[in-house]
């Protein structure tokens, strides 16, 4: 079963719009983290944030800001004034204690492609 | 050299060739992991290394074979690949095996023809 949904396939917005990517995650583990990484065009992935499941406090780096939401299993992103440069894909990741079922592996959702036009 | 790298960037290779991927991490971490990620599925998680030993494998084929010399340097060895195995294979390295966060190299995009 899928643990990690991130229902948004693709989203186009114009530059300086506002957007939220979903993240929905599934877990029995009550010790968990989540993290958001970028994966632009040239491949690499780039770490963008880690949450441990005990901190639910909403976080904000520059255009970038986090909801999480223990309550509807929730982790979303939203970024302020897009720009061409965030045009990627956006991934959505669990990491469970080693014991929950996915040896403590990392289990991304499939992925939010993000086009920002100018 | 910084973060996680990985050589080469693109690769060609006949089915018949062998040749191998390298991947090099610069931040003492302890574990690292091989993926591959295709249009069909997504990031799949192959090989993990932690403290030089390899303590996954995810069903891979046996066309390909990693080596982990040491904790900063993991290699995939490929030989007889299928066209299906043509994919964007990504290293990541970790400080430790669960729950910590993964840093990726750039990948290797590989084409067999």
């Known amino acids: 079963a899928q643990k990690v949904t991130q229902a948004q396939t693709e989203i186009s917005v114009v530059e300086k719009e506002d957007v939220t990517l979903d993240c929905v995650y599934e877990?029995?583990?009550?010790?968990?983290?989540l993290f958001w990484y970028k994966q632009p065009p040239s491949g690499e992935l780039v770490f963008l944030i880690r949450r441990n499941s005990f901190d639910e406090q909403n976080e904000i780096s520059g255009r970038y800001s986090w909801n999480f939401q223990k309550s509807t299993s929730s982790f979303n992103f939203t970024i302020t004034a897009s720009q061409v440069v965030d045009s990627a894909v956006y991934f959505c990741a669990l990491s469970e204690f080693m014991y929950g079922g996915s040896q403590g592996n990392l289990i991304f959702g499939k992925g939010t492609k993000l086009s920002v036009k100018p | 050299e910084t973060g996680v790298t990985q050589t080469p960037r693109h690769l060609v290779m006949g089915m018949t060739n062998k040749k191998s991927l390298k991947c090099e991490q610069h931040l003492g971490h302890n574990a690292m992991y091989w993926y591959k990620q295709s249009a069909k599925k997504p990031l799949e998680l192959m090989f993990v290394y932690s403290l030089e030993e390899r303590v996954e494998n995810n069903s891979v084929p046996s066309r390909f074979s990693p080596e982990c010399p040491n904790s900063s340097h993991l290699f995939l060895h490929l030989h007889t690949l299928q066209p299906e195995d043509s994919a964007l294979y990504l290293c990541?390295?970790?400080?430790?095996?669960?729950?910590?966060?993964?840093?990726f190299g750039p990948g290797t995009r590989l084409l067999v023809l």
């Open positions: 877990t029995r583990d009550t010790t968990y983290y």
């Open positions: 990541a390295s970790s400080q430790r095996r669960y729950q910590e966060t993964q840093y």
